[in-house]
């Protein structure tokens, strides 16, 4: 079964840049496609950004595009979220979860982490 933890999130000032880790146990992360989602308080969650399985395709929400970018490294079990230029209504859990193929459909996803918290706050 695949277990997935992310890190990475803490308080940073509008602006600012936080770099935030999904590393999976229990199955090795190179059979899925893995996306970043995020739940602002009284909120539903939303996509943020999907990486295949094979380096080269991504996707971003347009509220990301060109302030975040997803990569990862098969060698370490860990996809990563880099978040620059960040705003207060970047403010949220943010959750990485496992999928067959990249999209920013959540219904495709079938495997889930416990979040990490980011609050973007001066």
């Known amino acids: 079964q695949l277990l997935l933890v992310e890190s990475g999130g803490g308080l940073v000032q509008p602006g600012g840049s936080l770099r935030l880790s999904c590393v999976a146990s229990?199955?090795?992360?190179?059979?899925?496609?893995i996306g970043w989602f995020r739940q602002a308080p009284g909120k539903e969650r939303e996509a943020v950004s999907s990486?295949?399985?094979?380096?080269?395709?991504?996707f971003y929400a347009a509220s990301v595009q060109g302030r975040f970018t997803i990569s990862r490294d098969n060698s370490k079990n860990t996809v990563y979220l880099q978040m620059n230029n960040l705003e207060p209504e970047d403010t949220a859990v943010y959750y990485c979860?496992?999928?067959?193929?990249?999209?920013?459909?959540?219904?495709?996803?079938?495997?889930w982490g416990q979040g990490t918290q980011v609050s973007v706050s001066s």
């Open positions: 979860a496992a999928a067959a193929i990249a999209t920013l459909s959540e219904k495709w996803y079938t495997d």
């Open positions: 229990g199955d090795t992360l190179d059979g899925y496609a």
């Open positions: 990486i295949g399985r094979e380096h080269g395709v991504t």
